[in-house]
């Protein structure tokens, strides 16, 4: 399957600070990334859908100056949590789409683990 | 109605026993279905993806598809205890959400005693 990277896998931080995740498609061009987050025992939740050149396309309830995303390239897409508060802590996981002539399929970056202090 | 509903479990079998995970979905133009396995602490990973009425193997994995009873399971066969997670159904062209986005079952968890 085709091969997504996070980085960092994960991060410690103090309240109100910021943090950028890099979400990178390794051997593919991803037009479209998805950013979820998940906390613990719970489902995945969408947060994002970012668009390479374009702006993301923010879930309902998802505060999207708090998340800012950015989807510079074909290759890389990034989340920065702004002014992190503790309620922030979770784990975040982006997908990006790989596209055949008749099918899409999402594949998963290994996930960064958010803990703000 | 949950989009897309799994049972949470656990799921417990026996080690070589076939495990079968069930999953419904409420939109009848839902067109690609997906089975992940998400290990404790991991992200999801891509086990099967379904598109057509029927059956479709992969080794020890069945994905069955019955679109007019809007149903899709995965079927494990010779379960071992490294099959032990949480499988997560995926479907992707429901009409509210957008074509591309995958909406995904709460998980159900899999438990495969030795």
């Known amino acids: 399957g085709a091969v997504v990277s996070q980085h960092p896998s994960w991060v410690i931080c103090k309240s109100g600070t910021s943090v950028k995740i890099e979400c990178r498609s390794l051997?593919?061009?991803?037009?479209?990334m998805f950013w979820y987050r998940q906390f613990p025992k719970q489902s995945l939740m969408l947060m994002a859908t970012s668009n390479e050149g374009s702006k993301a396309t923010y879930e309902q309830g998802v505060e999207k100056d708090k998340f800012l995303i950015n989807h510079a390239s074909l290759t890389l897409s990034t989340l920065t949590v702004t002014s992190a508060h503790p309620e922030d802590s979770s784990f975040y996981i982006c997908?990006?789409?790989?596209?055949?002539?008749?099918?899409?399929?999402?594949?998963f970056g290994p996930g960064t683990r958010l803990t703000v202090l | 109605q949950k989009e897309v509903e799994q049972n949470s479990g656990p799921l417990s079998v026996p080690e070589g026993a076939i495990a079968s995970l069930n999953c419904t979905y409420s939109?009848?133009?839902?067109?690609?279905f997906f089975w992940y396995r998400q290990y404790s602490g991991k992200s999801p990973e891509l086990i099967m993806s379904?598109?057509?009425?029927g059956d479709k193997e992969d080794g020890r994995f069945t994905a069955q598809l019955n679109k007019a009873s809007q149903y899709v399971s995965l079927l494990i066969r010779d379960s071992q205890p490294s099959d032990s997670a949480t499988y997560l159904c995926?479907?992707?062209?429901?009409?509210?959400?957008?074509?591309?986005?995958?909406?995904f079952g709460t998980g159900t968890r899999l438990l495969v005693s030795p």
């Open positions: 997908s990006a789409i790989v596209r055949t002539s008749d099918t899409d399929t999402q594949y």
């Open positions: 379904i598109y057509s009425n």
């Open positions: 995926a479907v992707k062209g429901l009409r509210n959400t957008g074509f591309q986005k995958l909406v």
């Open positions: 051997d593919f061009q991803a037009t479209t």
């Open positions: 939109d009848r133009v839902s067109q690609s």
